[in-house]
């Protein structure tokens, strides 16, 4: 990938693979971050054309190892990701209890169902305790829900008892997510 390509926002993705039996020529670390907030950057320059991101979104794989790769028929290179790829900045509630959906909307406009296949899990931060919470959205890529959507979830929370103690979560496709703990020592 080319600064060129880059900068002129035509970056072709082949729609047919290098031949049987071809893996794509490894290009090392390609100059391209995710910042914690979603932001995409080359060269440490935001990227600015939301379309040219989209794209790259598409071509975005996760490794076993945890590592973040674009990856086309013909080229693939590491990129860094400072928290996960993507950013949940809507949520939508239909129906209620068990029978609830909730879709997510992405900071690129993807959406995502919470479901058994895309499940919501919070991270406790050690030291502070804060919640930092997470929706599969495809292929090992999560998007960091921001603090707005994450209080609306807590607002179609409900308690119940599990583990032993008292706990807030949330319905979706017939899933209950565990949000976190409701007793005075959370």
Known sequence: M???KLSEGTLSLPSSSPGPG???QQCGEFAI???RDGTWYYLNSPIGRKPLVKLFSTVLRREPDGDYWLVTPYERGRIEVEDVPFVAVE???EGAGPAQRLRFRTNLDDEVVADKDHP???LQQPGTGEPTPYIMV???LEARLTRPVFYELVELGESRHEDG????????SGQFFLLGRTDAEA
């Not at 706990?167 to 979706?172: D, I, K, N, P």
Request: net charge neutral; hydrophobic share 35%.
């Open 91 to 93: 949520v939508t509630a």
């Open 22 to 24: 071809r893996e794509p």
């Open 120 to 122: 919501i899990r919070v």
């Open 165 to 172: 103690e008292e706990q807030l979560g949330v319905w979706s």
């Open 33 to 35: 971050r995710i910042g």
């Open 138 to 140: 495809r292929d090992g």
């Open 2 to 4: 080319t600064a060129g």
